[in-house]
């Protein structure tokens, strides 16, 4: 148990554009799930957190009109990435919490790489 | 402050020999979670081990081993008679607020 599907696992878009990143659990139940960003041969950055039914709180220094994360159901979680800069290009994974799965409390997603041209 | 180092950034070693990964952590909190996690080159997580801090007794996986030493705040990983497929990012965390904090990764490389 404890399964986490992020989709999509690479995506390629145009500056301007915006990408949507989904993160579902499958077989529980996540109030509560975690976005980071990595970039290349970086550590994870935790980004923010979003809980389910509220507004996600954002890290320092993370633009959250850029970044918009939606939890409206409790296995699903999605980040926009909006009006996408070649900057954005990074690795996010996305985490959800999860109580007696095998990740003790936490299951990753399997990564999203944006790439932005 | 919350946070955890580990300083070797890149480590390289010959097949079957074994090696040490070495994570020092810092927190105010008396109850927290260290974890190590394996990156290969595909990108996700793989979860390796989580220790609670109240349980400092030593831990061994297979050729995987940890210990955990609250009087230096470090929580090390030793991989035993290394192989290539060990090869990967290994990063060690803390959780704090619910929040997993990771440390920036050591970069391993196990040459056949």
């Known amino acids: 148990g404890a399964v986490v599907s992020q989709h999509p696992s690479r995506v390629i878009c145009k500056s301007g554009t915006s990408v949507k990143i989904e993160c579902r659990s499958l077989d529980f139940q996540a109030t509560t799930m975690f976005w980071y960003r990595q970039f290349p041969k970086k550590s994870l950055m935790l980004m923010a957190t979003s809980n389910e039914g509220s507004k996600a709180t954002y890290e320092q220094g993370v633009e959250k009109d850029k970044f918009l994360i939606n939890h409206a159901s409790l296995t699903l979680s999605t980040l926009t990435v909006t009006s996408a800069h070649p900057e954005d290009s990074s690795f996010y994974i996305c985490s959800a919490r999860d109580y007696g799965g095998r990740g003790y409390g936490y299951t990753f997603g399997s990564g999203t790489r944006l790439t932005v041209v | 402050a919350q946070k955890v180092t580990q300083a070797q950034t890149e480590i390289s070693v010959v097949e079957k020999e074994d090696v040490t990964l070495d994570c020092v952590y810092e927190t105010r909190d008396t109850t927290y979670y260290l974890f190590w996690y394996k990156q290969p080159p595909s990108g996700e997580l793989v979860f390796l081990i989580r220790r609670n801090s109240f349980d400092e007794q030593n831990e061994i996986s297979g050729r995987y081993s940890w210990n955990f030493q609250k009087s230096t705040s470090s929580f090390n990983f030793t991989i035993t008679a290394s192989q290539v497929v060990d090869s990967a990012v290994y990063f060690c965390?803390?959780?704090?607020?619910?929040?997993?904090?990771f440390g920036k990764g050591t970069r391993l490389h196990i040459l056949p």
């Open positions: 965390a803390l959780s704090r607020d619910d929040k997993i904090i």
